[in-house]
């Protein structure tokens, strides 16, 4: 059964602009997936559909078998990870990660073990006690990482989310985001990735297999050894 599923998946926007035309697509568990294309293919409306920040206008999307057009983003079990970071400033890393578990009513015990764990996994455990204006833009990303993954969703989704680092900690982050999906696959732990990125290099390297949009429409699906292979 497909993780997330797409099926003729429609958007118009309130100008009466259609962004998103008819997009059937299968994700499966476990998959990292990528859309991608230039400016105004629409990767980030099917991304926002797929996370509930924007109304799905025809179709149906399926998260987990579970029809979810009507449910909001909290309903969907997905966690995203956005381009800003959207840390809180005043908090401590260690309360940035917990905040969404202490306020969801999650057990302290259990929101210091989903803490720990997440911190291990993105091997910052010495960056828990720092504000968020005392870290890089490399660790202020794994941060917004961790935020998703103490979450536990079925799904990831990331917008974009290395496109504010420069060139080298963007190969760095490719190599890391990548291990971790491995990681959290090989563990048997949820780890079905949606990747919106303009980047082709990005898509080439980190995609299982790549979604190529234009204008609305998918142009092609398949894994990135095939698809750059074409003539
Ligand atoms: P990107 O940098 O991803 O190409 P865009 O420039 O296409 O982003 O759009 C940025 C934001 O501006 C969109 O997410 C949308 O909310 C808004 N926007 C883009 N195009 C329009 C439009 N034609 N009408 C109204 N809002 C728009
Ligand atoms: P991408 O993420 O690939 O850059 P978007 O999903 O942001 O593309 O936008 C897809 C298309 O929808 C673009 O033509 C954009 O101008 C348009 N669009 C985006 N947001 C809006 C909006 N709020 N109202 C009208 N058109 C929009």
């Known amino acids: 059964m497909a993780q997330v599923s797409l099926k003729g998946i429609e958007k118009v926007y309130g100008n009466g602009f259609k962004a998103v ?17 230039p400016s105004g293919c629409a990767k980030s409306t099917l ?13 149906e999307l399926r998260i987990g078998g579970t029809v979810v057009n009507n449910l909001a983003p909290k309903q969907r079990g997905i966690a995203m990870v956005f381009q ?20 969801a009513g999650t057990p302290k015990a259990e929101v210091d073990a989903r803490v720990r764990d997440a911190a291990r996994l993105l091997e910052m455990d010495h960056l828990l006690e720092r504000y968020p204006k005392q870290l890089s833009g490399g660790q202020a990303q794994r941060v917004a990482v961790g935020r998703a993954i103490v979450k536990k969703p079925g799904v990831f989704l990331f917008d974009e989310p290395l496109s504010n680092l420069d060139a080298k900690l963007r190969a760095n982050m490719r190599v890391r985001l990548t291990e971790l999906h491995r990681t959290l696959r090989e563990q048997g732990r949820a780890s079905t ?21 234009k204008d609305g429409t998918i142009q092609q699906v398949d894994v990135p050894t095939a698809l750059y292979s074409r003539p």
């Open 193 to 213: 990735a949606v990747y919106v990125t303009h980047d082709q290099v990005e898509a080439m390297t980190m995609g299982e297999r790549i979604c190529v949009l």
């Open 47 to 59: 991304l926002r559909m797929v996370a509930g920040l924007e109304s799905i206008s025809g179709g």
């Open 84 to 103: 800003n970071y959207a840390l809180y400033p005043h908090m401590k890393v260690y309360d940035n990660l917990a905040f969404g578990l202490k306020l």
């Open 21 to 37: 035309h008819g997009v059937d697509l299968d994700i499966h568990d476990g998959e990292f997936m990528v859309f991608v294309g």
